[in-house]
């Protein structure tokens, strides 16, 4: 009797492999479990087992596996329904889905080892010198790398000399394993137990010379008073402010003995605040209306205005679920709001909070992992960004996602290029458990689908505590600039603005949609402004690192002092961003403590938290930022948000340029006034007529939806149609050309739906690769799997013609 096992392989490969089991593992192995397997030539990977059968391939024959990693499986099945689901819906590979979904301390990839084998007796005058250097670093070390090898012997081609010592059956090969997630120890310390009674502390204290053993010892007693719980070195060491190596010389001493304690690597029950959550009447009207769509529709969408108490609904639902012992996932779509909303929600939930996003740390990603698996109460309500999908639940509840119009919620790059909200919301269909969608301002495809009756729809039309919506005042920069009345980017309304904001003690944010000092460096005398030499972009100028960068390769180069082209010293900055804000508002304001959040602050795990911290406990007057100050963050103190320039976000090449430039700007405005004063926001405009910030203007939500919706239907966009992208790359430009004329030409006889291009985009080349897209949009009427899998076939055949073969294409479902 033959039995088998079906893996998916972490590669970009859209099959299963069939792998040879003895009966013994047949009945042990369960689906979910992780396998290691050997894989091409001799390398082995984590697999994980998704069928058990008795059907031997036929195209190949199937290999053994090389060993079991799991007791007991680690993914379930909802997961791995879920995960096929977005293969086949994003058009990707499995192995992409699973390489993407588990934490890579759980995806162990193979080294090469190589050991002496002991039984062998060697004839050292029979080896060469290379082989002689192998065998004696072999004496010295149990067993060495192929590496260890290569930096042994200071040469590349090393696997004839290791092919010969195998011959000579001097070496064996294995390939190892390595789990990588080791538990948190601690490290704490006590009091040695020769000194418990009190006659031995005196003489103890009298015995010790230097004043600053004595002092560690005093304080080691006071800690003990205070906390009457275990004192671990890091606080023993940093509350008497001195150095571990004293801790050391009392432990040898004989005073102290350190011991280990095993511990999670995140803790929130110290922020746990026994009060009880009273909702508003506003609030408790929607609530209400939630739980009676709840019987009737799986999903429902809460469209609140900016402040207007949606965290206290989600954390009422959230109780509610908890109570019935259920699982609640809750989706933020930026890593930094994460950090407020743990601080508000373990002050409910204690330790039933878990984090999960790509800051953290690889075992403490595998800790979530586990306790979500255990179903464990640690784990009970899961906040995390789009990621935070793919843990193991087994009795999910309800899942909010929060800001659900933002763009971050669909990944681009790399495979699988999933939208959040939408596989959020096949999940819980799969658990037959809710999905709540809030926003201030939903995207237009979750507002139609509410609209038309899909989803259920709950309004909140005012803020928390009845505090007024921000007044909004528009700044005519072309007149202002005509008038002299401007500094710099500021205009004199802004300026006196945050005059009036530092003189109530208030604080202020600014929005400018763009990082660093300016995007462009310009020679007045011929014009020439220099561009990465691998992309199709000018060279962004940062000024604090005074060089040249390019945003979408990381080139970069220093600062010229002349143009390269004419050698003209007169070179002008051109546009601004971020930095140049901040520097304007320090001669301005130069005794005001002004910081920045873009994506150059912000690189640490730990550097969200203390911009936001700092800025919501008031050490920071004003915060200049990008799009990450435009979501959900809540700092009661802001009484002014200014928009630096609201027109660059508005003519984007881009059919949701109109809608996006809206949910920024109200997003924004939603930040100021959010206590008892009435906020204020400035928006700079060149063009203040303009209908999107007219209706920003007005909070005209509804005016902004009916207008996008004409146009998208005229011009066939979501929700009428669905759009799929298909993006060609290739570093020769011909071999490019050529190639997407020919996909665009099959794909149009065998389609009878709108196929355009082959289209250069606005940045036709990045990373020395030129691009090429091609649009496919699919009525809401036609089928739409059948239409997916005739352009599967068409990808296949290109992928066969031999020219072709190089272009790399990249398919985006629903790319918007």
């Not at 509610?320 to 994460?338: D, H, S, W």
Request: proline share 4%; aromatic share 10%; with cysteine.
């Amino acid at each position: 009797m033959n039995y088998f096992i079906e893996v998916i392989i972490p590669l970009s490969l859209p099959k299963t492999f069939t792998y040879r089991v003895s009966e013994t593992e047949y009945n042990f192995i369960k689906k979910g479990m992780r396998i290691a397997v050997p894989f091409g030539k001799n390398k082995i990977y984590t697999a994980l087992v998704v069928d058990l059968h008795q059907n031997a391939p036929t195209l190949y024959e199937a290999k053994e596996i090389h060993q079991i990693l799991d007791e007991k499986p680690i993914v379930n099945e909802f997961q791995i329904n879920l995960w096929f689901w977005i293969a086949s819906y994003y058009m990707c590979n499995v192995g992409d889905v699973y390489r993407g979904a588990l934490p890579s301390a759980l995806l162990l990839e193979s080294e090469t080892i190589i050991s002496q084998r002991k039984e062998t007796f060697v004839n050292e005058t029979e080896l060469s010198d290379d082989e002689f250097l192998v065998y004696e670093a072999l004496q010295h070390q149990s067993s060495l790398k192929v590496q260890n090898i290569i930096d042994i012997l200071n040469k590349k081609t090393i696997l004839p000399v290791i092919q010969r010592l195998i011959n000579k059956n001097i070496i064996s090969l294995e390939e190892e394993i390595q789990e990588e997630y080791k538990p948190k120890l601690t490290r704490y310390i006590r009091l040695h137990e020769n000194y418990s009674a009190e006659e031995n502390l005196i003489t103890l204290l009298d015995s010790l010379k230097s004043d600053k053993r004595k002092n560690l010892v005093l304080q080691y007693f006071q800690l003990q008073a205070q906390e009457q719980k275990p004192i671990s070195v890091k606080q023993l060491t940093e509350t008497a402010q001195t150095s571990t190596a004293i801790v050391k010389v009392l432990v040898e001493k004989g005073v102290f003995e350190e011991y280990y304690i095993q511990e999670d690597r995140v803790n929130f029950d110290k922020n746990k605040l026994d009060n009880q959550l009273s909702l508003s009447e506003a609030q408790q009207k929607a609530f209400t209306e939630i739980e009676n769509i709840f019987i009737e529709k799986d999903v429902c969408l809460l469209h609140g205005v900016t402040s207007s108490g949606k965290t206290e609904i989600y954390t009422k639902l959230i109780e509610n679920c908890i109570a019935e012992g259920k699982q609640v996932l809750y989706l933020l779509p930026e890593i930094a709001l994460t950090t407020q909303l743990v601080g508000r929600l373990t002050q409910h939930f204690g330790n039933k909070v878990a984090v999960f996003h790509s800051k953290y740390s690889n075992n403490e990603r595998v800790e979530v992992w586990n306790q979500v698996l255990n179903t464990s109460e640690k784990a009970q309500v899961v906040i995390g960004a789009r990621s935070a999908l793919f843990l193991p639940f087994s009795n999910l509840g309800l899942i909010i996602v929060d800001e659900e119009h933002e763009p971050t919620f669909k990944q681009q790059d790399p495979a699988p290029r999933y939208h959040a909200r939408d596989s959020a919301i096949v999940l819980a269909n799969a658990h037959q458990s809710k999905v709540l969608l809030g926003s201030a301002t939903p995207s237009i495809e979750t507002y139609y689908n509410a609209t038309s009756g899909k989803f259920g729809l709950v309004s909140l039309k005012e803020r928390f505590g009845k505090v007024q919506m921000p007044e909004i005042e528009l700044v005519d920069l072309k007149d202002s600039y005509f008038r002299k009345k401007m500094k710099g980017h500021f205009s004199l309304t802004l300026i006196e603005q945050i005059i009036e904001a530092f003189t109530n003690n208030e604080q202020v944010i600014l929005f400018q949609n763009r990082r660093g000092f300016s995007p462009v460096l310009e020679c007045m005398t011929c014009g020439h402004v220099p561009q990465c030499p691998q992309c199709d972009v000018s060279l962004t100028y940062h000024k604090y690192k005074n060089q040249l960068r390019c945003h979408y390769c990381g080139y970069n180069m220093a600062k010229p002092s002349n143009c390269h082209v004419c050698s003209s010293v007169d070179l002008e900055t051109k546009g601004f961003g971020t930095e140049q804000i901040e520097l304007e508002l320090a001669e301005l304001f130069p005794n005001k403590n002004i910081k920045r959040m873009d994506q150059d602050t912000t690189r640490g795990k730990y550097s969200f938290e203390k911009i936001i911290d700092g800025f919501k406990n008031r050490e920071i007057d004003v915060l200049v930022g990008t799009q990450m100050l435009a979501k959900g963050l809540d700092f009661d103190n802001v009484s002014l948000v200014g928009i630096m320039n609201a027109d660059n976000m508005l003519y984007h090449p881009d059919f949701r340029a109109f809608e996006r430039s809206y949910q920024m700007m109200t997003q924004v405005s939603g930040r100021s006034g959010r206590s008892e004063k009435r906020g204020k926001v400035i928006i700079q405009t060149y063009n203040p007529l303009h209908n999107v910030i007219q209706q920003v203007t007005n909070n005209d939500y509804e005016g902004m939806y009916k207008e996008q919706l004409y146009e998208r239907k005229i011009y066939y966009y979501p929700p009428f149609y669905r759009l799929i992208k298909l993006t060609l790359k290739h570093r020769d430009f011909d071999k490019l050309k050529e190639g997407s004329m020919w996909l665009y030409q099959v794909l149009q006889q065998n389609l009878s739906i709108p196929v355009l291009g082959p289209e250069e985009p606005a940045i036709s080349r990045i990373r020395n690769e030129y691009i090429r897209t091609i649009m496919i949009k699919i009525p809401s009427e036609v089928p739409l799997q059948s239409t997916k899998k005739t352009i599967q076939k068409v990808l296949n055949s290109f992928d066969v013609v031999p020219q072709y073969r190089t272009i790399k294409v990249t398919v985006n479902v629903d790319f918007y």
